[in-house]
């Protein structure tokens, strides 16, 4: 349905060319916190000059990365209060405030980023308008599942019994408290300097963001496993969408699909798989194996974090068994549920 009224909106926006000269400008502020380098930039600039395209040069966009305009963790709130027009937010960031959404961070569940992103996408699309409420939602996607990487090798789960680790998620901390850890919060912009000061002794991250934040300067061991995903939110200032004119939300509708997701999601999940092959290159870095037994150890240990979840989803009003079943039925279509 929300493809059906992106494409009927489109439609009328090429019906509706000759007002687009009455459409008032708009230069957005989009807002990252990654740095400059990272694929993600070049993806979301690349899809604000599709929609200036689309719309004759009537809305505009300049890109400001690294937390130029606010904190990792502050994103949602940057969006919701005009700090910034479209922001990059993790929900992961901000225990509890996102139950619904926090399901895509269950381990072992998502098995790349790509199909993972469009399932995600159109999966979430049903509970963002409530979960949500106080942005306009355009998009969510994944990043390519990462794993631990640290100064030990950390081959089960009682490894990580008194061990500090930098969680991706709130899902990856309550993981980590599980089986005894101590949690360290950190955006990923902080990851690097916790981990050389001793705060943190482990990390889980995706792969290729180990060497573009400079984490393989201070960890060495790698367990090569798909343990996790994290879930992203690409979202707008509600006042400024509905300060545009019919046809300019229009094009805004048509860029915000299950096929955007993939298309913004695609460039990053290339870059992060191709980072498992760099570090294995890097003689000063061990990429390391555990055995099968090793992995159902894990995925054992990881059960009560379901539960959990289920939990915090119904006193949030929601029905667990829905929300999750709807999530593994898109993950299944789109090819993006892991084995």
């Known amino acids: 349905m929300r493809l059906l009224f992106a494409a009927l909106g489109l439609l009328c926006t090429l019906g509706l060319s000759s007002g ?50 606010g904190k990792a963790f502050d994103h949602y709130d940057m969006v919701r209060d005009g700090i910034a027009d479209f922001g990059y937010i993790n929900p992961g960031y901000q225990p509890g405030r ?72 709130a899902t990856m901390g309550a993981f980590v408290s599980l089986l005894g850890g101590t949690n360290v919060q950190a955006s990923a912009p902080e990851a690097r300097e916790i981990l050389e000061r001793g705060v943190a002794d482990e990390i889980t991250f995706p792969w290729g963001s180990i ?6 300067k201070v960890v060495k061991y790698h367990l090569d496993m798909p343990f996790f995903t994290a879930d992203f939110v690409w979202a707008m200032n509600k006042a400024k969408y509905e ?33 498992h092959a760099k570090l294995e290159a890097m003689p000063d870095q061990v990429v390391y194996k555990i055995s099968k037994e090793q992995v159902d150890l894990w995925r054992k ?32 279509k789109h090819n993006a549920l892991a084995e």
Request: hydrophobic letters at 45%; aromatic letters at 10%; proline letters at 8%.
């Open 20 to 69: 687009q000269a009455e459409d008032k400008t708009f230069d957005l502020k989009f807002s990252t916190w990654v740095p400059p380098q990272h694929p993600l930039n070049p993806s979301l600039i690349a899809w604000g000059k599709d929609i200036e395209k689309d719309t004759n040069g009537t809305v505009k966009a300049t890109l400001f990365p690294s937390e130029q305009l």
């Open 98 to 169: 996102f139950p619904v959404i926090a399901a895509a961070e269950l381990p072992f569940l998502i098995g790349n980023a790509k199909g993972g992103s469009a399932a995600v996408d159109a999966w979430y699309s049903n509970y963002w308008d409530k979960e949500m409420k106080d942005v306009h939602v355009c998009m969510a996607f994944v990043l390519d599942p990462g794993s631990f990487h640290g100064r030990k090798k950390i081959m089960l789960p009682e490894d990580l019994l008194g061990v500090k680790v930098r969680p991706a998620n």
């Open 211 to 216: 060497m573009l934040f400079g984490i393989d």
């Open 243 to 275: 300060a545009m004119s019919p046809s300019q939300r229009a094009v805004i509708d048509a860029h915000c699909t299950p096929a955007w997701a993939e298309t913004i999601a695609s460039p990053w999940a290339d870059f992060e798989h191709a980072g």
């Open 301 to 332: 240990a990881a059960e009560p974090l379901k539960a959990k979840w289920a939990a915090q989803v119904k006193a949030a009003g929601y029905d667990p068994d829905t929300v999750y079943d709807g999530l593994v039925a898109e993950l299944k």
